[in-house]
Structure formats: structure tokens, C-alpha cells
T-cell receptor, first 115, second 112 residues
């Protein structure tokens, strides 16, 4: 079974440029998460989807970040315009919320460098 | 939100048992204790979880204190591939959905 797939793995852009990250979750997982992970820290939740609905986006900087999850499957996270402080690893995770365990499965992440 | 406290780093020798501690003194009665680990350049992966009783699986064992204010992840025989950052996480119940409240993690160094 394929795991969570993210692309690209690495992205280098100049500040003020736009950037987008793509995530394909595990088939059948209704919950999708986007996290940001700064160097030496744990992941920080940006947004959580239940199917197509964003149920928690309280930590998403809405002035420059946006996300969508079309048809409740794939998801895209966008930053426009990027700032130097956005350099981090962006992780996508998925889970099936129908069980008590609700284990999250993570992709390998996209490492963003803003110059 | 309940938080966890872990040592920043630990070292262990290969093929020896490893005990990774976690303190969560403000844990609530409905919080599950989850452990994830993150290998270099990879996303986190689930290791084990528990509520009150000790738990075992093929990867590790989880020992939970009787008062639930601390827990210990046990790797019975560490290998070089176990070198990773280990996160002790409380899964809280918020708004009818479960959130993971991440700590800072322990970097486990395995010496050959």
C-alpha cells in the first residue's frame, strides 16, 4: 500500500515568490493534516481537513497561506508571497478518524528554502 | 493543553535496551499517550500508544506510571536504525476530534 506522497521534496525560491506543495494521502483516509516543522522542533499543525472541510485552520497564517482539498482526496498548500521565515519542512499527514487510534501517517515532507 | 517534557538527547549502545522517559504531569483522564519517531530526512512515524496499561508491539513497549504523570518508551534491543528523534505526544480530545499535542522530542543517538 502506498504511503502519503508529497511533492516536491525540495524547493528553493526567492522571497516574495509564490510556492505550492502537493499531497496525496493514503487511500481511504478521510482526515488530512498540513504541518510545518522548523529545525530542531516538533511539527506544528497548520490546518486539518475532514474530507473536504477545513475543520481547524486556526494556526494557518491566512494573509499569505491558503490550502484546498479537492474532492476530499489530494490537497495543495500555497504560500504567496513567501517570506524568509517560511523556510521550514512542510509535512502532510493523513489518518482515518473512524477508529479510536486515529494514527497519523506522514509523508516525507517538502523542505522549503526561501532566499 | 497538557504538555510533555522529554530530555533533549540520549545516547545508548547498539544492541542494548533503551528507556526514553516522558513527563506529562498535567495529563487529563481522556488523554492518550502516543509515541512517534522521526528518522533523518523523513516524516514522523507512529511507534506505540496507550491510555493506562502497559503496551507492547513489535517495535517497542510503553510503560505508563500508575498516576499517568509519566511514561517510558522501551526499545528492547536498539540498532543503528533506531537513531531518530522520539516524540512523546498527548492526544487530547478537542471539539469532537482528536488532536496531537507535540513535545520537543528526544534525539536518540546509538553508538556502534
Amino acid at each position: 500500500e502506498a504511503g502519503v506522497v508529497q511533492s516536491p521534496r525540495y524547493k528553493i525560491i526567492e522571497k516574495k515568490q509564490p510556492v505550492a506543495f502537493w499531497c496525496n494521502p493514503i487511500s481511504g483516509h478521510n482526515t488530512l493534516y498540513w504541518y510545518r516543522q522548523n529545525l530542531g522542533q516538533g511539527p506544528e499543525l497548520l490546518i486539518r481537513y475532514e474530507n473536504e472541510e477545513a475543520v481547524d485552520d486556526s494556526q494557518l497564517p491566512k494573509d499569505r497561506f491558503s490550502a484546498e482539498r479537492l474532492k476530499g482526496v489530494d490537497s495543495t498548500l500555497k504560500i504567496q508571497p513567501a517570506e524568509l521565515g517560511d523556510s521550514a519542512v512542510y509535512l502532510c499527514a493523513s489518518s482515518y478518524s473512524g477508529t479510536v487510534k486515529n494514527i497519523q501517517y506522514f509523508g516525507a515532507g517538502t523542505r522549503l528554502s526561501v532566499l | 493543553d497538557a504538555k510533555t517534557t522529554q530530555p533533549n538527547s540520549m545516547e545508548s549502545n547498539e544492541e542494548e535496551p533503551v528507556h526514553l522517559p516522558c513527563n506529562h504531569s498535567t495529563i487529563s483522564g481522556t488523554d492518550y499517550i502516543h509515541w512517534y519517531r522521526q528518522l533523518p530526512s523523513q516524516g514522523p512515524e507512529y511507534v506505540i500508544h496507550g491510555l493506562t496499561s502497559n503496551v507492547n508491539n513489535r517495535m517497542a513497549s510503553l510503560a505508563i506510571a500508575e498516576d499517568r504523570k509519566s511514561s517510558t518508551l522501551i526499545l528492547h534491543r536498539a540498532t543503528l536504525r533506531d537513531a531518530a528523534v522520539y516524540y512523546c505526544i498527548l492526544r487530547g480530545f478537542m471539539d469532537s476530534n482528536y488532536q496531537l499535542i507535540w513535545g520537543a522530542g528526544t534525539k536518540l543517538i546509538i553508538k556502534p
